[in-house]
Antibody, heavy 127, light 108 residues
Framework: QVQLQESGPGLVKPSQTLSLTCTVSGGSISSGSYYWSWIRQPAGKGLEWIGRIYTSGSTNYNPSLKSRVTISVDTSKNQFSLKLSSVTAADTAVYYC???????????????????WGKGTTVTVSS | DIQMTQSPSSLSASVGDRVTITCRASQSISSYLNWYQQKPGKAPKLLIYAASSLQSGVPSRFSGSGSGTDFTLTISSLQPEDFATYYCQQSYSTPRYSFGQGTKLEIK
């Protein structure tokens, strides 16, 4: 079955760019009608959705992070990536990648839900 | 932005109890509502999608209901492995998939 694994530096300095990669195994990132998403969770707090990408390269971002976020996909490596610029201590969190499944709700709309998650990687922003 | 509010924020219950967690949206989201379970140090796990559809492999003691602004997650008979934090999440307002703040279910 499909598995996701996050990777990247665990420590990033303030004002620098956080870069993470999610590697998809057990299936092709290009197969099926899936989006691929990033979510984060500060220690002891709730979940925050960061953004998603389709394998065509189409992206959607959380408006509160949009000016600093870039999500990209590399289908040849079966990976998608997150870049978050100008980080501060408030960006310290566990970062998860997830597969977003879409199923038809009616003729025009889809249900979206995150059915496969990576284990998460902790990123600390500190000098 | 659509705000998702869960109640209660925490809940104590015993094995075998029937438990209900509520999620309320700040505006109608039809049935575009998902529920996740998260255990300490682990990634969230999908339980329910589209308000009431049980994800494959999830025990049938979990059920979801609701539409519009009010939703519930019910665990019919609590098992020891069910003690965790539960989150609702809306997918109506694409692309911002906002989550509720979580409900921590603890052992009484």
């Amino acid at each position: 079955q499909v598995q996701l694994q996050e990777s990247g530096p665990g420590l990033v300095k303030p004002s620098q760019t956080l870069s993470l990669t999610c590697t998809v195994s057990g299936g092709s990132i290009s197969s099926g009608s899936y989006y691929w998403s990033w979510i984060r969770q500060p220690a002891g707090k709730g979940l925050e959705w960061i953004g998603r990408i389709y394998t065509s390269g189409s992206t959607n971002y959380n408006p509160s992070l949009k000016s600093r976020v870039t999500i990209s996909v590399d289908t040849s490596k079966n990976q998608f990536s997150l870049k978050l610029s100008s980080v501060t201590a408030a960006d310290t969190a566990v970062y998860y990648c997830a597969r977003v499944r879409q199923v038809p709700a009616d003729d025009y709309y889809y249900y979206y839900y995150m059915d496969v998650w990576g284990k998460g990687t902790t990123v600390t922003v500190s000098s | 932005d659509i705000q998702m509010t869960q109640s209660p924020s925490s809940l104590s219950a015993s094995v075998g109890d029937r438990v209900t967690i509520t999620c309320r949206a700040s505006q109608s989201i039809s049935s575009y509502l998902n529920w996740y379970q998260q255990k300490p140090g682990k990634a969230p796990k999908l339980l329910i999608y589209a308000a009431s559809s049980l994800q494959s492999g999830v025990p049938s003691r979990f059920s979801g209901s609701g539409s519009g602004t009010d939703f519930t997650l019910t665990i019919s008979s609590l098992q020891p492995e069910d003690f965790a934090t539960y989150y609702c999440q809306q997918s109506y307002s694409t692309p911002r998939y906002s989550f509720g703040q979580g409900t921590k279910l603890e052992i009484k």
